[in-house]
């Protein structure tokens, strides 16, 4: 599903990764470990097509992501779903519209209102629909976000820190979501530094220091 | 579509002074933009009123034979200059005294055929002719004298209304279009301050929307509709005191212009004058309103 084959990120003078390879399955979890500034996150956004390797090629089902043209870029990331620490949810709109954006810019539009509920019931927020980010709590609003990253059935959801924000019981209710999806098939990468959610659900771990792989372990453990 | 008309009357609600702003400042360019056309309208059916009515009438001697007038006659034909060439007898010219004091029958009555001169009438293509094509009229052996029919600002004589004319002309082309285009880009500059700052208020909303893989004409959508709607109100507004400040100062006008047409004397003429300068307006509020904001928003589309 992801292959990375010797990938380097340099930012000027500072090298975020370098030469990351490694293979994850359709439908494996895995955690992207490793302290702040390791490289997690531009691993997340190489895969997101924000920015492209200065070395390396990142294959998605086999296509080399670097290649796609600007106007291919949208329409390959609607194959993702995303899930951030700051939820980014538009404060104008309702749990439910929120929700729908993403069936919007793939233009489905009203024709997606059961992908919606279904994709609200799945994260329990059917009875909140209606509510605007601002009158739910931080969970409810990751669980929003979740919802959000869900509904178009994606191949792959990254989620970046998606319980920096969040108590651990409410954390601990997040992560079992999106174990969910990827149970139902979905490939899942999730960076995280939170060791207790990692080593809790044993899950395949890749660990990053300094832009490199350090361990890449099955059903591993992280130490902060 | 409807998503995006729904998200930008949202954006414009939330902050009605900077959508207030953006449309006085399109409204002044649009309101300068009427007048400015309007004129340019007067000023041309102005020209063309004294381009195609008789301006020149040159009073023969009254001992000229009819063949020195023919050969007058034709060599004002063929002269390029020149158009509509009339020959008006003494006759004719006794009928014109009499028509113009219809209202007053003893003062025809006391004048016969003799006392009017013939006269050849003719109009000149350009303006900027006719004081060199009077010299060369006036200097003819068969002319007595010369006249120049025209009248306008009170000036009586010919040099007076060419350069009444040639000042207008050079005011409302050139001024006008200097001062349009200054404006323009004003509002454009403001349009673009003005969609940058809700860019900028919005960065966060587009950067998702990009994530989400929204491409960048959805992005784009509301914002260019709301720099539409500003740009669009704006000149509509514009248009309406435009054409009421025009049709205030008609009668002022009318009698500044004194016989000439400046302005279709018909409604529905007028009529579509307004609504042509009216489309032509809304049009280049558009293309304003797409150009600023695609510039605005521009740089927060890098992919």
């Known amino acids: 599903m992801v292959k990375f084959e010797q990938v380097t990120k340099k930012f000027g003078q500072i090298t975020a990764l370098e030469n990351v390879s490694s293979e994850i399955k359709k439908g494996e979890f895995v955690f992207i470990t490793g302290p702040s500034g390791s490289g997690k996150t531009t691993l997340l956004r190489l895969l997101l097509r924000e920015i492209s390797p200065n070395k390396g090629k990142i294959l998605i089902e086999g296509k080399d992501i ?18 951030f620490q700051d939820f980014k949810l538009l404060a104008d709109r309702t749990v439910y519209e929120n929700v729908e954006l993403v069936m919007e810019v793939s233009g489905e539009g009203q024709s997606a209102k059961r992908k919606i509920n279904d994709a609200l019931k799945q994260v329990g927020l059917a009875e909140r629909a209606n509510l605007f980010p601002r009158q739910l709590a931080g969970g409810e609003q990751q669980r929003t976000v979740l919802a959000r990253a869900l509904v178009a059935q994606p191949k792959l959801i990254l989620a970046d820190e998606p319980t920096g924000n969040l108590d651990p019981a409410t954390a601990r209710q997040i992560v079992s979501l999106i174990d969910q999806a990827a149970k139902n098939g979905t490939t899942v990468l999730m960076a995280t530094h939170n060791a207790d959610i990692v080593n809790s659900l044993k899950r395949r771990v890749i660990q990053l220091k300094q832009g490199k792989v350090v361990s890449d372990k099955a059903s591993g453990k992280y130490q902060e | 579509m409807g998503q995006h008309f729904k998200t930008a009357g949202k954006h414009i609600r939330r902050s009605p002074y900077q959508a207030f702003a953006a449309v006085v400042i399109i409204f002044i360019t649009f309101f300068v933009a009427t007048l400015l056309a309007i004129l340019a309208y007067a000023s041309y059916s102005t020209l063309r009123y004294f381009e195609t009515k008789p301006q020149v009438i040159a009073f023969l001697k009254s001992e000229v034979v009819p063949d020195d007038i023919a050969r007058l006659q034709k060599s004002l034909e063929e002269d390029p200059r020149v158009r509509d060439v009339r020959y008006v007898s003494k006759e004719q010219a006794l009928e014109i005294y009499k028509d113009a004091t ?21 109009s000149i293509a350009d303006l900027s002719f006719a004081e060199e094509l009077i010299k060369e009229v006036e200097i003819q052996g068969t002319v007595d004298q010369v006249a120049f029919t025209a009248s306008l600002g009170g000036s009586k004589n010919i040099g007076g209304v060419i350069e009444n004319l040639r000042q207008i002309s050079h005011y409302i082309r050139t001024g006008g279009l ?103 307006e809304i049009l280049l509020a558009i293309i304003l309103g797409i150009i600023g904001s695609s510039l605005a928003i521009r740089r927060y589309l890098k992919i």
Not at chain 1, 66 to 83: A, D, H, N, W
Not at chain 2, 231 to 242: C, D, E, R, T, Y
Request: avoid cysteine.
């Open chain 1, 66 to 83: 670097s290649t796609l043209r600007s106007s291919e870029i949208p329409f390959y990331r609607r194959k993702i779903g995303v899930v």
């Open chain 2, 102 to 122: 219809s209202d007053n029958p003893l003062l025809s009555e006391l004048v016969s055929p003799k006392v009017f001169p013939a006269s050849l009438e003719f």
């Open chain 2, 178 to 280: 200097v001062i349009l285009a200054f404006l323009s880009v004003s509002s454009l500059l403001i349009l673009l301050v003005i969609l940058s700052m809700r860019v900028a208020s919005r960065k966060q909303e587009v950067e998702m929307l990009q994530l989400i893989g929204a491409t960048p004409g959805f992005i784009r959508a509301p914002f260019i509709f709301e720099a539409i709607f500003y740009a669009v109100a704006g000149s509509f507004l514009g248009w309406i005191f435009g054409i009421l400040i025009v049709l205030y100062s008609m009668p002022f006008l009318a009698r500044y212009f004194g016989d000439v047409t400046f302005l279709p004397s018909e409604v529905s003429q007028l009529l579509i004058l307004f609504g042509a300068i009216l489309a032509a």
